[in-house]
């Protein structure tokens, strides 16, 4: 491990008699803001032009709006008292002049005069079966920029099949209240279509006007036409410029991908991963990290090859006493003899079965924790559970446990299975060190911020500067009286795994009171 930190720090070394080379304008800028600079314009521009369109669409609809409600309501009063005559010619001139469908209805709802039954019609919706390749695609991009801009969806304009009032949801309404009504509808073209009621009178006459206003949606078309032009350029223009931000990006980045890809094929004493200390840049930080990661990873393995080596020692020592049992039973005759090696027999077994499985445990415990899914949890409630099915179970020994909950409710987050597992693995060291009907304390305390659990035993307790060691893989000093290979060496080592996986600690301490005996001490963030 020295030689591999040695070989880290050399890397980070400048060559001698060189001064440290200053890094450009491009290693100066962080790659966020290089990209911001080369996007966002264009994007504000594209955005900002469409949201200034529909606006403007938006506006020119509302002013056709309050000239659809003035129209019908000056038509409404002039028709009010005329006769059939003066009605039908008011219909027929108005709608010629202002473009307008106009119709009557009586009381009961029926028309009584549709301007375009009198005369010819004032205008003709569009029929989009004849329409050329730029109108479809204006329609098109008509749509999608409604798609961007998440326009408010406009009812399709229908010619209802029954010509009575009761069939225009405006002219119900404007027959209730007594007011006029506007309404927007959308042609299949595209195109707006504005209606207006008014009640006619007194006695329950209604008008109905209808416009296309054709000219509003060809404004705009001609006002997007005029963007799209603008924003082509500029995304020329944003092309170019990101070919330059490529060039900053790939080259180091395909050095760390052969970094990596050495890594990856198992040659990773011999990588050395560029750390580019000239580019302050999230390139720079990403080359360090993973620099950083091979060191790490390199350790790690260094980890791996130290537990199969201690997994080793401790399997071959019952492993040694199995076969010496196994290999003498066929030569001894003696009855009690041969009962004895075979309890030997059962008890390594059983012995390397537990060494087997706390093995196993501790090593996928990592990989358990980082695919679990977290959820909270009253962690008081936890131990209360688990040390009531302790006592049914009888795992005590006769030992009281006495739990003490202080502060606020103790919620955290985390998984319920794995800190079961802690909080059982504190209790059975507890067990084991603490003397025939002592007690066994747990208090779990929680200050807002941290939710701390505290198991303290009445046992000889723990040398300060043996601490830390109770904690390291397959370190056991277990009391005289306990039978020889009852405990691997693994419960606190996967303990302190657990806790630390869950961003807590677990320690080793002298019980506060100052009595014989030791306290671990689980600390836990405390849930928000």
């Not at 059939?84 to 027929?92: F, H, N, Y």
């Not at 209805?105 to 010819?120: R, V």
């Amino acid at each position: 491990m020295g030689e591999l930190a040695g070989e880290g720090n050399a890397e980070v070394q400048p060559a001698i008699g060189r001064p440290p080379e200053r890094p450009d304008l491009a290693g100066r800028l962080s790659l966020t803001a290089r990209i911001l600079a080369v996007n966002i314009l264009p994007l504000a521009l594209l955005s900002g032009g469409l949201f200034y369109l529909d606006t403007y669409r938006t506006q020119l609809i509302n002013e056709r709006f309050k000239l659809a409600r003035i129209e019908a309501q000056i038509t409404a009063e002039a028709l009010a008292g005329a006769t059939r005559e003066r009605q039908e010619a008011l219909l027929v001139q108005i709608g010629r002049e202002q473009g307008m469908r106009m119709r009557l209805f009586d009381a009961e709802g029926a028309l009584t005069a549709d301007s375009f039954a009198l005369a010819e019609p004032a205008f003709e919706l569009n029929d989009i079966t004849d329409d050329n390749w730029e109108q479809q695609f204006a329609r098109w991009l008509d749509r999608t920029v409604d798609t961007i801009v998440s326009a408010e969806a406009v009812t399709d304009y229908v010619e209802p099949e029954a010509q009575t009032a009761d069939a225009w949801p405006e002219l119900v309404q404007a027959r209730e209240d007594g007011l006029s009504q506007i309404r927007l509808y959308d042609w299949v073209d595209g195109t707006p279509v504005i209606t207006a009621a008014a009640p006619v009178g007194l006695q329950g006459a209604t008008l109905l006007t209808v416009r296309n206003p054709v000219d509003i949606t060809e404004s705009v078309r001609s006002a997007r036409s005029a963007l799209m032009i603008a924003v082509l350029v500029i995304l020329g223009a944003s092309a170019l410029l990101s070919l330059y931000l490529a060039r900053t990006i790939v080259s180091p980045l395909q050095l760390l991908a052969s970094a990596a890809q050495k890594v990856r094929q198992g040659r990773e004493r011999d990588v050395e991963v560029p750390r580019l200390p000239e580019r302050s840049d999230e390139i720079g930080q990403l080359a360090r990290s993973v620099s950083d990661m091979t060191l790490a990873l390199r350790q790690r393995i260094d980890a791996v090859d130290s537990f199969a080596a201690d997994v080793a020692h401790e399997i071959k020592n019952p492993l040694a006493s199995l076969r010496s049992a196994v290999e003498s039973l066929p030569k001894v005759t003696d009855a009690d003899t041969r009962r004895e090696l075979e309890q030997i027999v059962t008890h390594d077994v059983r012995r390397i079965d537990r060494l087997v499985t706390e093995i196993s445990d501790a090593s996928r415990i990592d990989a358990e924790m980082s695919r679990a899914t977290r959820e909270r949890i009253d962690f008081a409630q936890l131990v209360r559970a688990i040390i009531g099915s302790r006592e049914f179970r009888a795992e005590n020994d006769d030992h009281r446990i006495e739990l003490d909950t202080r502060g606020f409710a103790a919620n955290v987050e985390g998984v319920g299975a794995r800190l079961e597992r802690v909080v059982e693995n504190l209790l059975d060291n507890a067990v084991s060190f603490s003397p025939p009907d002592a007690p066994i304390e747990v208090a779990i305390d929680n200050d807002g911020n941290c939710v701390t659990l505290t198991v303290c035993d009445s046992g000889p307790g723990i040398p300060e500067e043996s601490r830390e060691k109770v904690f390291q893989r397959f370190h056991s000093v277990r009391p005289d009286e306990e039978a020889f290979g009852n405990h691997s060496g693994l419960g606190l080592a996967i303990a302190r795994t657990i806790a630390e996986a869950h961003d807590g600690s677990l320690c080793a301490e002298a019980r506060p009171d100052g009595k014989p005996g030791a306290c671990l001490r689980l600390r836990l963030p405390a849930a928000t």
